[in-house]
């Protein structure tokens, strides 16, 4: 693997701005998509969250922009890059902005749950780099503030999310109002049927880079399960919370519901926590972020809407206080803990109606998840090592002392 950006081809400007992060090493997926994408090739990547794939694709495209003197016309965009959520589109707006510090391109992040207003001034002149969540961009082609008919580059990440999320229509219907030439980039973390479709569809005679780890799941993730009935789950969490190596935690909830309910449950005991869900308005979801990211919240909690939104480093925890329906869910939630070349652990509760969820999950990281309970685990899924503490079963020996303001909330809702 090529060991530095230098080699790569990557240009001065955007080495001075990745030195001034202390990012110098290029990752696995970065040293092989860089190049291809410099010469051109439509590249498909294949890889688990946390691998570099924003570096991946934002550095080459920055490059080939800035290499070139032709500018965007009114409503017009040179390159999209479209995103299945709100906060993946800001992260990859945030990525480029520190990547492109030095270069004279214009960026623009449209999504929606914000008033449209300024997005619209932002592509009244037109941009060189659009980072956009579908429904939003449709909705603004169709009232004509945008168009995509002289765009030459298009790049869609999390391919999978937006075929999990009902997002594959509205991504083809985009597809149809581009260039037939252009140079086309799809990155994704697996690969489902309706994926490879919409590959044959949009890429030209692809460069296909899949950087497979050993296992689905990365390695310095400690998986670990909790069997439990479902009304014991709010005082297991509470008390796993009472371990202080658990500074940075997501618990992920099935609903939205779910999610408020968790959150005002940890507020009220103590533990200062916010709720992240599609039902939130987009400034209060960016404030919640926020107050995770700043330390201010020791926990968030999230639907599924999260699991490949949130870039924050150092989560040391994630507790799937719900286990997803979809086992491709787990891989993506657990993804949040244990980035950038750290560690971290991930305990799922599992009562007697998530059973087949749990099969399926383990099916899928062709590991058994490590049992921290007795009594818990059918004979048949009989698995890893055992505790000889029923943690789901034993009381706490005492009532936490509950902080001062501890009835305060953190949430921004």
Same mark, same amino acid.
């Given at each position: 693997?090529? &060991?530095?950006? !230098?080699?790569?081809?990557?240009? @001065? /400007? ?18 092989? *998509? ?7 090739? $439509? ?9 570099? #794939? ?5 550095? /080459? ?12 016309? /009114?409503?017009? !965009? ?19 902005? !520190?990547?492109?510090? %030095? ?35 449709? $909705? ?9 008919? @002289? ?28 260039? #037939? ?19 044959? @569809? ?101 639907? &599924? ?11 040391? %925890? ?13 891989? %993506? ?17 599992? $009562?007697?109606?998530?059973? @087949?969820?749990?099969? $399926? ?8 998840? *490590? ?16 505790? &000889?503490?029923?943690?789901? #079963? ?20």
């Amino acid at each position: 693997m090529t &060991d530095t950006f !230098t080699a790569l081809g990557v240009a @001065e /400007p955007l080495l001075r701005a990745l030195n001034a992060e202390n990012y110098t090493t290029p990752t696995p997926i970065q040293a092989q *998509a860089i190049p291809l994408i410099l010469a051109g090739r $439509d590249v498909l990547g294949l890889a688990q969250t946390g691998t570099g #794939k924003t570096a991946a694709f934002g550095l /080459p495209l920055l490059q080939k922009l800035a290499e070139t003197a032709a500018q965007a016309g /009114p409503r017009h !965009t040179r390159a999209l890059i479209l995103a299945p959520t709100r906060e993946l589109a800001i992260q990859i707006g945030d990525s480029l902005q !520190t990547y492109g510090k %030095h270069l004279k391109l214009r960026h623009a992040v449209i999504l929606g749950g914000v008033n449209q207003n300024k997005q619209i001034a932002a592509l009244r002149n037109g941009v060189d780099v659009l980072v956009a969540t579908p429904g939003r961009l449709l $909705d603004l082609i169709n009232q004509r503030h945008v168009q995509l008919n @002289e765009t030459g580059f298009l790049v869609i990440d999390e391919a999978d999310r937006m075929f999990d999320m009902g997002f594959i229509r509205d991504v083809r219907k985009l597809v149809g109002y581009l260039p #037939k030439k252009r140079q086309s980039l799809l990155f994704s973390a697996t690969m489902p049927d309706e994926v490879s479709h919409l590959v044959k @569809e949009i890429l030209y005679q692809p460069a296909q880079i899949a950087i497979s780890p050993k296992t689905v799941t990365a390695e310095k993730i400690d998986q670990r399960v909790y069997f439990v009935e479902q009304q014991a789950k709010k005082g297991l969490l509470h008390e796993l919370l009472g371990d202080p190596q658990m500074k940075r935690v997501i618990v992920f909830t099935r609903t939205k519901h779910g999610a408020n309910k968790v959150a005002e449950q940890l507020d009220k005991a103590g533990y200062p926590a916010d709720a992240i869900h599609g039902n939130k308005s987009q400034g209060a979801r960016q404030r919640a972020l926020e107050n995770f990211r700043a330390g201010r919240s020791r926990v968030l909690v999230a639907t &599924d809407i999260a699991a490949r939104g949130i870039d924050i480093d150092d989560i040391t %925890h994630v507790v799937n206080f719900e286990l997803p329906n979809i086992a491709e869910s787990y891989v %993506h939630r657990i993804g949040r803990t244990a980035r950038a070349g750290s560690r971290g652990v991930a305990i799922s509760f599992c $009562d007697p109606t998530e059973r @087949e969820f749990l099969r $399926d999950i383990e099916k899928l990281v062709k590991q058994p998840i *490590a049992t921290m309970n007795d009594g818990g685990r059918p004979p048949e899924q009989s698995s890893g090592p055992k505790r &000889d503490i029923d943690y789901a #079963k034993r009381r706490p020996r005492h009532r936490r002392k509950r902080p001062q303001n501890a009835g305060r909330s953190a949430r921004a809702a």
